[in-house]
């Protein structure tokens, strides 16, 4: 008896292979460099410090695009065509679509931050490169990519316009993004709590290279909450 | 094999299918007939576990589909209406997918595409495919983890005449060995191939029944159509009024030379031998003499008609 493959994962597959046979993500990936490349040289040699701090610093923010970029096409797509009919009247749970397309959407991320590596041999063969915020950083990097990713699986789940699917996710993760830089104004312990729930206040805490559970903590929770909402719009949908 | 019992389901305020009833035994072809919007869609959707109902209950082989969807979509290939299929793969990944998804051996995709026709466009982009080769990819898709039960929505529509005789002749084989659904318009169709039609309108069932036996009970009015030689065609049809049985008799195209006349028949008693016997009486001869009862389609026709019930 040959061991049973889970559906999640073959669709997993299927959907990392679309990217790749996609324009749109190519283009994604192109862009995400230029403007990370961008924005790591234009500080780097101005600091004159062998440290990726520019870079990490502005991830958030270039996630909060280049995610739903991704992950606009996942549900929103495939309602729109309709073969979403005959992918959940194949042997599919919306537990194992969600998990697969998020998981396709991570995985890709993961990719297009491979040749970021490029920056880190930039850094250390210029200077002195302290590995701890390095490996820190693209760990955070990770867990943001997968938070990310569980919010733009649930915004292209809601709807069939994937236009609509990218500007919901972007909303939502340029606000957890940038929620902890706007509290200023706010009172001491209100700004503790609006700390807890901001992704780039968490994000800035692992890329320092400290590792705290609460952060991790933050982040499981955040994709298990939306890629639970997206399990539950999957499951139970409507006429296509 | 399938039971639908007291399924009934909204789309919004709308209720598309209303306290639909009805059960499919093991082995049997069955036609879901239905002018648009009647629900057979949606009716099919809801038994292949893509829509739940709003209420009622739908048991395949005995197992309610909401307790274990999983294993009942396994017994079920389906294909949905106007196939549709990813069309950025190409049509060998395609089936290694659907093979993998089924877990099924990825062996048995090259002999049923063979079975669908496709090995010519193994390796073409499915967008770049005609619809009847699109159409025949759905096919695969649905028989590829050789199911119990096929459910196909319009298999035929958009084709051309020759890939339907094909697909036809295709369910007629599955059929053999498997319980069959399919739903269409054509009526011709569900003459040709299934043993049972559930005629459906505005979510309701308004006539179950095997096909020959719907034609029989509402198709008994037939017509006949008769060239008759050595008389006026006023002459023939002056005659054949009187006869008991005929309901109205008018002229009809016909060789030149020859009376024509085409009679409507009124009653369920074969009027042929008497009309034999007053043309032979009168020394008349007669050329052609043709009985056709009315087809499915009429019986369609007065059956979903403003929604009447049977």
């Known amino acids: ?240 | 094999m399938i039971e639908v019992e007291k399924v009934t389901k909204f789309y919004g305020s709308f209720r598309a299918v209303d306290d639909l009833n009805f059960s499919i035994k093991k082995g049997e072809i069955v036609g879901l007939l239905g002018p648009n919007g009647a629900g057979k869609s949606t009716t099919m959707r809801m038994v292949t576990g893509f829509l739940n109902p709003s209420s009622g209950n739908i048991r395949i082989d005995g197992t309610e589909i909401r307790e274990d969807p999983k294993s009942v979509k396994r017994k079920i290939g389906y294909l949905p209406e106007s196939a549709p299929l990813y069309g950025d793969m190409i049509v060998e990944d395609y089936l290694r997918y659907v093979a993998d998804v089924q877990d099924v051996d990825p062996g048995k995709v090259a002999g049923t595409a063979t079975v669908c026709g496709l090995s010519e466009v193994m390796h073409k982009n499915i967008s770049e495919l005609s619809r009847g080769y699109r159409q025949r990819v759905g096919l695969a898709h649905a028989l590829l983890h050789d199911p119990e039960i096929l459910i196909l929505d319009e298999p035929t529509s958009g084709l051309d005449p020759n890939q339907i005789s094909e697909v036809r002749a295709l369910i007629k084989e599955i059929g053999r060995t498997k319980t069959v659904v399919i739903s269409t318009h054509i009526l011709s169709e569900v003459e040709m191939i299934c043993d049972r039609v559930i005629i459906v309108s505005r979510g309701q069932v308004v006539a179950d029944s095997p096909t020959a036996e719907l034609r029989a009970r509402y198709g008994h009015r037939a017509q006949l159509r008769l060239q008759a030689g050595g008389c006026g065609t006023g002459e023939l049809s002056r005659a054949l009024r009187a006869l008991p049985g005929v309901a109205a008799c008018a002229d009809a195209e016909g060789e030149g030379g020859l009376a024509s006349v085409v009679l409507s028949v009124g009653t369920d008693e074969d009027i042929r031998p008497s009309v034999f016997s007053l043309i032979k009486d009168n020394g008349w001869i007669l050329y052609e003499m043709a009985l056709q009862h009315n087809s499915l389609e009429d019986v369609f026709r007065s059956l979903t008609a403003g929604g009447n019930e049977a």
């Open chain 1, 1 to 240: 008896m040959k061991s049973r493959k889970s559906a999640a994962l073959v669709i997993h597959s299927r959907e990392l292979a679309a990217y790749f046979s996609s324009p749109v993500a190519y283009i994604v990936m192109g862009l995400f460099l230029v403007f990370s490349g961008i924005l790591f040289f234009s500080t780097f040699f101005l600091i004159n410090r062998a440290e990726l701090r520019g870079f990490f610093a502005l991830l958030p923010i270039l996630f909060a695009f280049f995610v739903p970029a991704l992950t606009m096409r996942l549900f929103a797509e495939e309602k729109r065509s309709g073969t979403i009919e005959t992918l959940f009247t194949l042997p599919v749970s919306g537990y194992d679509a969600a998990m697969g397309k998020f998981l396709a959407a991570l995985s890709f991320t993961a990719i297009m931050l491979v040749p970021t590596l490029a920056y880190v041999l930039t850094a250390a063969t210029l200077g002195e490169l302290d590995p701890g915020p390095v490996v820190g950083g693209y760990a955070g990097a990770l867990l943001l990519a997968a938070g990310y990713s569980a919010v733009g699986v649930y915004a292209s789940a809601i709807t069939k316009n994937q236009i609509v699917a990218f500007f919901v996710a972007f909303a939502v993760c340029i606000l957890l993004s940038l929620g902890d830089k706007f509290l200023v104004l706010l009172p001491g312990p209100v700004v503790g709590i609006l700390e807890f729930f901001s992704a780039g206040y968490h994000f800035d805490s692992i890329s320092r290279g400290i590792v705290d559970s609460r952060d991790i903590v933050y982040f499981a929770s955040l994709t298990a909450l939306f890629l639970w909402m997206a399990v539950d719009v999957a499951d139970n949908r409507e006429a296509a």
